[in-house]
């Protein structure tokens, strides 16, 4: 695989997506996409490991045949309600005039020194800001002259168990992983712009099995969450309700489904097709009464991460909905109206190229991890001035530091084997 080639696996509840595309001066340039349906995974986590490397082998196939190349290292993106994150804080002395490189990274290093239960890992620690004699929002204190020198961090970790699975799944699938990115910092790194960055937003990244979240203030992640509720459950309401199978019940969802029963016509009607081979003729209002209540709840939990993480007050910006479930009709209105915030939908931008489908929410955590695939290629990429802020102290920093995801791969505990970016409160 040539190196200007970057591949991202978006391993989710309802599909597997692999996005190939190639890194030049102009940006990121997709050249294929494949996606398969995800039978083996179940909020982020691997209940079947022979299914879920079969949605891995069908989606990678699709891509390689699309885009006409061979793939053997992917950039992959990961999510779980098994993931947490905490804030930390540590602080060290100046040895010289200056703060120097090893004096930032002995302030992370006190920042890092707490207890990890043992069946969990490090993922990754994420600086949010740095303190140098009191005086507090500095980015990289290096260069800066001062005697102490505070690291404020957001410390990510997972069941050790529930990536190694994962990962187990990508090697047996034939490929090798570069990277693992938390799926909404990827989506992020996709739909966010930089003013949205800078001035406060929270993201929410719709899955089939999870709600991701992350608030982003002053190109930093403060707060990262994973619900347990996602599009698959409003499949699974319309389902029970209607007595159907879970294929018809998605369809029905995505060609009449709205979040507000009050958007449908009263004399519209459906025909849904039974399980036991019956069908029936029904009034489209009945399937939005049925997503109605799971749609508040879902908006409800949002809430309360929001009010977690302060967002209230900080988040300028809003609410952006990325996802497949985003895009449920009617769903980014009853948000705003029932947050009180502005809210958008989010779909991946500067993205080049003829796959007009990545320019989707339901893809934007796979073009996400393109484009941060790209970052890691020495700025190459056009989009990477967005994205770059976000990633590059964790990336540059800790890999030097303590090695790459092998760590993981291997089971070994350390206080920075981490791939990339992750998290939940």
Same mark, same amino acid.
């Given at each position: 695989m040539s190196a200007n080639l970057i591949v991202g696996l978006d391993i989710g509840t309802s599909k597997v997506c692999a996005v190939a595309a190639e890194l030049n001066d102009r940006g990121v340039n997709v050249l294929g996409v494949g996606e *398969?349906?995800?039978?083996?995974?179940?909020?982020?986590?691997?209940?079947?490991?022979?299914?879920?490397?079969?949605?891995?082998?069908?989606?990678?196939?699709?891509?390689e045949t699309s885009a006409g190349i061979r793939i053997k290292s992917v950039t992959a993106g990961l999510s779980g309600v098994h993931i947490n994150g905490l804030d930390s804080y540590g602080a060290v002395g100046i040895r010289g005039k200056e703060v120097r490189p090893s004096d930032r990274e002995r302030a992370i290093e006190s920042a890092k020194a707490?207890?990890?239960?043992?069946?969990?890992?490090?993922?990754?620690?994420?600086?949010?800001?740095? +303190?140098l004699d009191g005086q507090e929002g500095i980015i990289d204190p290096v260069g800066m002259a001062g005697v102490r020198l505070e690291a404020k961090v957001h410390i990510i970790t997972c069941i050790a168990s529930s990536v190694?699975?994962?990962?187990?799944?990508?090697?047996?699938?034939?490929?090798?992983?570069?990277?693992?990115?938390?799926?909404?910092?990827?989506?992020?790194?996709?739909?966010?712009?930089?003013?949205?960055?800078?001035?406060?937003?929270?993201?929410a990244d719709i899955g089939?099995?999870?709600?991701?979240?992350?608030?982003?203030?002053?190109?930093?992640?403060?707060? *990262?969450?994973?619900?347990?509720?996602g599009g698959a459950h409003v499949t699974n309401d319309i389902a029970v309700g209607l007595r159907i199978n879970v294929q018809e019940a998605e369809k029905l969802k995505r060609s009449y489904g709205a979040a507000y029963a009050g958007m449908v016509n009263d004399k519209d009607e459906v025909q849904i097709n039974q399980t036991g081979g019956n069908t029936k003729t029904i009034p489209a209002k009945y399937i939005s009464e049925i997503i109605q209540p799971?749609?508040?709840?879902?908006?409800?939990?949002?809430?309360?991460?929001i009010k977690k993480c302060y967002g209230y007050e900080l988040a300028t910006c809003g609410l952006v909905l990325t996802g497949g479930a985003s895009l449920l009709k009617g769903?980014?209105?009853?948000?705003?109206?029932?947050?009180?915030?502005?809210?958008?939908?989010?779909?991946?931008?500067?993205?080049?190229g003829?796959? *007009?489908?990545?320019?989707?929410?339901?893809?934007?955590?796979?073009?996400?991890?393109?484009?941060?695939?790209?970052?890691?290629?020495?700025?190459?990429?056009?989009?990477?001035?967005?994205f770059?802020?976000?990633? *590059?102290?964790?990336?540059?920093?800790?890999?030097?530091?303590?090695?790459?995801?092998?760590? +993981?791969q291997q089971n070994k505990r350390t206080e920075g084997g981490m791939v990339c970016l992750k998290s939940k409160k």
């Open positions: *398969a349906p995800s039978n083996g995974i179940r909020k982020g986590i691997v209940i079947n490991m022979d299914a879920t490397i079969d949605s891995i082998k069908k989606a990678v196939a699709d891509a707490i207890y990890i239960p043992l069946d969990r890992e490090v993922l990754h620690v994420i600086p949010t800001e740095f +303190i190694q699975n994962l990962m187990k799944c990508c090697e047996k699938a034939g490929l090798d992983v570069g990277d693992i990115v938390f799926a909404p910092v990827a989506s992020a790194g996709a739909t966010l712009s930089r003013d949205e960055m800078e001035c406060g937003v929270v993201l089939g099995g999870t709600t991701d979240m992350v608030f982003i203030k002053g190109g930093a992640v403060r707060h *990262a969450s994973v619900l347990g509720v799971r749609s508040e709840e879902m908006i409800d939990m949002m809430k309360e991460e769903f980014d209105k009853m948000a705003e109206s029932l947050l009180g915030l502005p809210v958008r939908i989010g779909q991946p931008v500067n993205i080049k003829q796959m *007009a489908a990545v320019k989707n929410p339901a893809y934007s955590t796979g073009a996400g991890l393109v484009t941060y695939g790209g970052d890691a290629s020495a700025g190459r990429v056009s989009h990477a001035d967005v770059a802020d976000l990633v *590059a102290g964790v990336k540059g920093w800790f890999r030097g530091a303590f090695g790459n995801n092998s760590q +993981i």
